[in-house]
């Protein structure tokens, strides 16, 4: 199958397909609807045999880790690309003209060209399976280490330490300052659609507010994936600051309030307890939400708590 090698306009090719029509390899690459029916197959086929056996009470974790796979693959061909990158730098600078210069020049590039259209394959293929998985369990997939960068079908998923990282180094070297941040922690048992309709509409309102905003939020189960897939379907950057209970123990939920705020967020969305009479009965407001009002009126930061409506 020709596919890299017909004339297809340059506009209808998407950045991998253009990426790939420019490598020099009489290989044609898999086209980019076979890489996300592969993804989606995948995962479908792996849920399926799961469904309704033993291992049923372990699906969650087995679709992560398919989907880790891939991420982790296109993480490591894309580290085999900077090497590539940094060999070719060092030949730049060292060339004298010679034709076994010249030739390596060539080689440490196409090495570099070709593991860049790996990566963004097996990117897709993730984001595939990722998409199948959500429509399949309702969880939202996220990497359990690093960041995930913005693609055509997910939005881009940094991780918080990451983000302060970049943060601490714009404010050495540049006046830029980034994304606008708005924080949002809600809690686990707002997961009823009363409760995503409200979620949605806090959210909307603050992209209203500050069209270049990025979200960050931990992640945890309930009001906090809808919020993901409310970013994920909008394409807004998430920025997720994870608990980390092996270094920091019943703690954690509360350090993530830490990390989150050291973003400098110009808006706090709280949800501290299920819009829903029902859902909300008897249980108690969500401890790592009311923290984080607290922390942020302390702060003098913009609150918002979301409440059932009038």
């Known amino acids: 199958m020709q596919l890299f090698r017909s004339p297809i306009p340059s506009d209808h090719l998407t950045p991998y397909e253009a990426q790939a029509l420019l490598l020099e390899d009489t290989r044609t690459h898999p086209p980019e609807a076979a890489l996300h029916q592969l ?47 940094d060999q070719l730098g060092g030949l730049v600078r060292d060339f004298d003209g010679s034709e076994v210069l010249d030739t390596e020049i060539q080689d440490a590039t196409r090495k570099a060209r070709s593991a ?16 199948a998985y959500t429509t399949t ?36 070297a540049t006046s830029d300052a980034g994304a606008t941040v708005v924080a949002f922690r809600a809690a ?12 949605f509409d806090a959210l909307n309102w603050a992209r209203a507010q500050w069209p270049d905003m990025a979200l960050v939020t931990s992640g945890a189960k309930g009001a906090e994936k809808l919020a993901i897939k409310w970013a994920q379907q909008k394409g807004v950057t998430l920025v997720l600051a994870k608990a980390d209970f092996d270094k920091h123990g019943r703690a954690a939920p509360f350090r993530v309030n830490d990390e989150m705020l050291a973003l400098e967020p110009v808006c706090v969305l709280t949800l501290t307890n299920s819009v829903n009479p029902k859902r909300a009965e008897g249980l ?7 923290n984080l009002a607290q ?13 059932a409506r009038g």
Do not use: N, Y
């Open 39 to 85: 993804g989606c197959a995948l995962m479908t086929e792996l849920l399926d045999i799961v469904g309704e056996t033993a291992l049923e009470d372990f699906h969650v974790l087995i679709g992560e880790a398919l989907i880790g796979a891939f991420h982790s693959v296109a993480q490591r061909i894309e580290r085999d690309a900077d090497k590539a990158r």
């Open 188 to 199: 686990p048992q707002a997961d009823t659609v009363e409760d995503a309709g409200r979620i």
């Open 137 to 172: 369990t309702g969880e939202v997939w996220s990497p359990w280490k690093g960041s995930v960068r913005a693609s055509r079908s997910t939005a881009a998923q940094i991780d918080a330490r990451d983000a302060l990282r970049a943060a601490r180094a714009r404010k050495h």
């Open 284 to 290: 108690k407001p969500f401890g790592p939400a009311l």
């Open 295 to 307: 922390k942020a009126g302390e702060r003098g930061l913009r609150h918002q708590p979301l409440k």
């Open 116 to 131: 860049d259209v790996a990566t963004l394959a097996m990117e897709i293929v993730r984001d595939a399976a990722a998409a």
